[in-house]
């Protein structure tokens, strides 16, 4: 199946007694604690699914028509 990977915005997380560490740090610890990216993807799975889809059409279609790709997540 595959795997759809999240992320996060990396920059210093600047917040008392954790200096030196980033938001990406930040969010790696709380998924490992409580699967918060995890529960996203479960809850709107069927979400995502849809607007991948039509994202998908819709830069097919673009190419298909000569325009080109804007959509990071299709440019090569």
Do not use: S
């Not at 795997?3 to 990406?24: F, N, Q, R």
């Not at 996203?40 to 279609?61: N, P, R, S, T």
């Amino acid at each position: 199946m595959p795997k759809l990977h999240l992320g996060v915005v990396d920059i210093p997380y600047d917040y008392k007694g954790e200096e030196g560490k980033t938001t990406g740090d930040v969010a790696e610890i709380l998924e490992a604690k409580y699967g918060i990216m995890e529960f996203f993807v479960q809850k709107y799975e069927q979400d995502i699914a849809d607007d991948l889809a039509k994202a998908a059409q819709g830069a097919l279609e673009n190419l298909m028509m000569g325009a080109p790709v804007t959509d990071r997540a299709f440019a090569a």
